[in-house]
């Protein structure tokens, strides 16, 4: 599965949109971009996922370059509750063989919400 | 009517002793997954089972095995457990092989 690169950490305010850029340079033409996020002391959570068209739901937005190599998480109106580690995730989907299912998690970005 | 469920919620234990974690899903899916979770936060897969067939064993210990004994549970046991093995464990599922994983809360183990 292709790496990616994410900043260590950002902030923002509340009520503020959160964007939330994700570099995968190496995406072949069958990986998606998963997007999950772990609040502190809980399980992480999926949020949203695309292949190359911006993807939209009722917890945020993803926009992916034309060229698939970077995309941004957009959380429209950030919340306290949106504070929680985010993991920008490239992997194919329905895979078989060894990495059947698997999700490789980097380091994630440290969001925090600001009243 | 909790999801991805697990127990026990936290374990502290002593070096050497043999501990199980459990784990259930109510979604009916058919895939079900280990990962741990060590102090430096790294979140990383051990196991997958797909309708109870190891599908993914990444290079864990032989201390650690996996039992399922149907499609909606997947229990961890420990062998021998050691400090390095202190961390959380997350458990997970999903439709077959599918991109969208479903985990549980964790299980906080500290090994003294």
Redesign the interface.
């Known amino acids: 599965d292709a790496k990616t690169t994410q900043p260590p950490s950002m902030d923002c305010a509340e009520g503020r949109a959160a964007n939330l850029p994700c570099n995968h340079s190496t995406i072949s033409g069958n990986e998606?971009v998963?997007w999950y996020r772990?609040i502190h002391?809980?399980?992480?959570?999926?949020i949203i996922?695309g292949l190359k068209n911006n993807e939209t739901n009722e917890m945020a937005s993803l926009i992916i370059t034309e060229d698939r190599k970077s995309s941004t998480l957009i959380l429209p109106h950030a919340t306290l509750r949106d504070t929680a580690?985010y993991?920008c995730i490239v992997?194919v989907?329905?895979?078989?063989g060894?990495s059947?299912?698997?999700?490789?998690?980097g380091?994630g970005t440290i969001l925090t919400v600001h009243p | 009517d909790t999801a991805?469920s697990q127990t026990p919620k936290y374990l502290v234990t002593q070096m050497g002793n043999d501990k199980s974690i459990k784990c259930e899903q109510n979604l009916g899916h058919d895939?079900m997954?280990w990962?741990k979770q060590d102090s430096k936060?790294?979140?990383?897969?051990m196991f997958?089972y797909?309708n109870k067939e190891l599908?993914?064993n990444?290079t864990v210990p032989n201390r650690f095995s996996p039992k399922s004994p149907d499609k909606a549970h997947l229990n961890l046991h420990i062998n021998s457990l050691e400090l390095g093995d202190s961390a959380v464990y997350?458990c997970?599922s999903?439709p077959?092989?599918?991109?969208?994983?479903?985990?549980?809360?964790?299980t906080r183990l500290l090994v003294l």
């Open positions: 998606y998963y772990q002391s809980q399980g992480p959570q999926y996922h580690v993991y992997r989907a329905r895979a078989g060894t059947y299912g698997k999700l490789t998690f380091q | 991805v895939t997954y990962y936060k790294f979140l990383k897969i997958s797909n599908i993914i990444e997350f997970a999903s077959r092989n599918q991109e969208t994983q479903y985990f549980g809360p964790g």
